[in-house]
């Protein structure tokens, strides 16, 4: 695609329940992305994925989160038992393997849990 | 640790004026500075890159400068537009390529008529 794509845009759910979200990063780009910006701070870097090297998992906020990018492009996070904390908007985005390449983000999803 | 800081954390200017936001980091060895605007309910979007040999760079009404011995850089806007309202992020990457980016927290600007 043209951008970076991330579904769903907009996702409420209930405490406890699971939930999936997808990027599809641009294609070409070996190297993604996930970010989480809560309310009112700046983005936190979760994992990211770089070709087939092992993911940089170090963000992730507890055992709760996970995240895999099959053949190498769309990329899911998944977040089990949803807390109220888990409330945020999570980015993600892509860009070429490089020194200087820019990174491209999508338009995120907002992730509410009730 | 790497880090990056911005200030100021908001600022409110009249429309016409100028302006300029701060950044400081820590992140090393360094590769590369971003300046990122980001819309309200978009994601960010580049506006200017600094790499260790450049000084200032401009894009429009965009003026970036990078100061690598003190690890400052700066971002101006000059005549400011109701359009420029947005959150502008510093980013700043480590000298592989495939390290995070390290991201500070925004600068939240609000231009007023």
């Known amino acids: 695609g043209a951008g970076v794509s991330q579904s769903p845009s907009n996702k409420v759910t209930e405490k406890g329940k699971d939930v999936e979200l997808r990027c599809d990063p641009i294609?070409?780009?070996?190297?993604l992305y996930w970010y989480r910006q809560s309310l009112g701070q700046g983005l936190e870097f979760l994992i990211y994925?770089?070709?087939?090297?092992?993911?940089?998992k170090s963000g992730l906020p507890s055992d709760r989160f996970s995240a895999e990018r099959t053949g190498g492009s769309v990329s899911t996070l998944t977040i089990q038992r949803t807390q109220q904390e888990d409330s945020a908007v999570y980015l993600c985005?892509?860009?070429?393997?490089?020194?200087?390449?820019?990174?491209?983000f999508g338009q995120g999803t907002r992730l509410t849990v009730v | 640790k790497n880090q990056v800081e911005q200030s100021p954390q908001s600022l409110i200017i009249l429309e016409g004026k100028n302006c300029t936001l701060q950044?400081?980091?820590?992140?090393?060895?360094?590769?590369?500075l971003r300046w990122y605007k980001q819309d309200t309910g978009r994601g960010p979007v580049s506006l200017t890159i600094m790499t260790f040999s450049e000084n200032t760079k401009s894009n429009g009404r965009y003026t970036a400068t990078l100061d690598a011995d003190t690890k400052q850089s700066s971002l101006h806007i000059t005549a400011s537009q109701l359009s420029d309202s947005a959150s502008y992020i510093c980013v700043v990457s480590a000298q592989s390529g495939n390290t995070p980016l390290v991201f500070g927290k925004g600068t939240r600007l609000s231009v007023i008529a």
């Open positions: 294609s070409g780009h070996t190297a």
């Open positions: 994925f770089q070709g087939n090297s092992a993911p940089d």
């Open positions: 985005a892509s860009r070429v393997t490089g020194l200087n390449t820019e990174a491209f």
């Open positions: 950044c400081n980091y820590t992140v090393s060895p360094f590769s590369n």
